[in-house]
């Protein structure tokens, strides 16, 4: 089955520590966003990849970092300058490139749930 | 910029119709979807409109006026299942070689017995 997976589903994290959150997925797809999503907010995009070894900053990319080392793989580094980390982070891909229309949708993965102790 | 304005909370009945409406400012547009996410879960893609008028798949129908800034997800014969956050997102300009995304906050809609 194609698709995206994101884990852990849950993590917890001491103030002042780094955390990485995993994404990977077999759709083939060129491009990668990651997203925060607060209570009662939309998504914010965080970062985003539209090919292996570059990225982009998003609206709210202070405090995070990323890699983009493999197509499949865009993993998100949460660190310590991240004011207020705890929240719901998703990834989605899409074909991007020059696509336009439907076919340049965004997938999302299930999600990790951040919260800082 | 970009500005997306959806209401925050809907409620309804099962077997009834409802629309959610979604009004934007944007500065070139390529592009309106409509998401619906679960409680916990990832939005999941329902539909998407780029030209003026009405898109059908199954129970649910989207439009969009490009000139009046305007969309709405229409859900007909609603469904318990149908209970969950209904989200708007506006594809804008290309920002380097990428296209961007700008979602709304979300309309969180009940459906009740």
């Known amino acids: 089955d194609g698709g995206i997976t994101q884990s852990p589903k849950y993590l917890f994290r001491k103030e002042g520590q780094n955390v990485t959150l995993s994404c990977e997925q077999n759709?083939?797809?060129?491009?990668m966003y990651w997203y925060r999503q607060d209570p009662g907010q939309g998504l914010r995009l965080i970062y985003y990849?539209?090919?292996?070894?570059?990225?982009q900053k998003g609206d709210i990319a202070e405090g995070y970092s990323v890699s983009r080392e493999k197509k499949e793989s865009f993993p998100l580094t949460v660190t310590s300058a991240q004011k207020n980390p705890t929240a719901f982070y998703l990834c989605?891909?899409?074909?991007?490139?020059?696509?336009?229309?439907?076919?340049?949708?965004?997938?999302f993965g299930p999600g990790t749930r951040l919260t800082v102790l | 910029g970009q500005n997306i304005d959806q209401p925050t909370e809907m409620t309804a009945t099962e077997g009834a119709i409802v629309q959610i409406n979604c009004t934007y400012q944007?500065?070139?547009?390529?592009?309106l979807f409509w998401y619906q996410q679960h409680a916990g879960e990832a939005p999941t893609f329902l539909s998407y409109?780029?030209?003026?008028g009405l898109e059908e798949k199954g129970r649910f129908s989207s439009f969009l006026s490009r000139s009046k800034g305007y969309s709405y997800l229409l859900l007909k014969e609603l469904q318990m299942k149908d209970s969950a956050s209904y989200l708007c997102?506006?594809?804008?300009?290309?920002?380097?070689?990428?296209?961007?995304?700008?979602f709304g906050s979300g309309t969180q809609l009940t459906v009740l017995p």
């Open positions: 989605a891909s899409s074909r991007d490139r020059v696509l336009a229309g439907a076919e340049d949708t965004q997938y």
């Open positions: 759709l083939n797809h060129d491009a």
């Open positions: 990849s539209q090919i292996v070894n570059d990225f």
């Open positions: 944007t500065s070139g547009f390529n592009g």
């Open positions: 409109n780029v030209l003026d």
């Open positions: 997102a506006v594809r804008g300009r290309r920002r380097g070689s990428a296209r961007q995304l700008t």
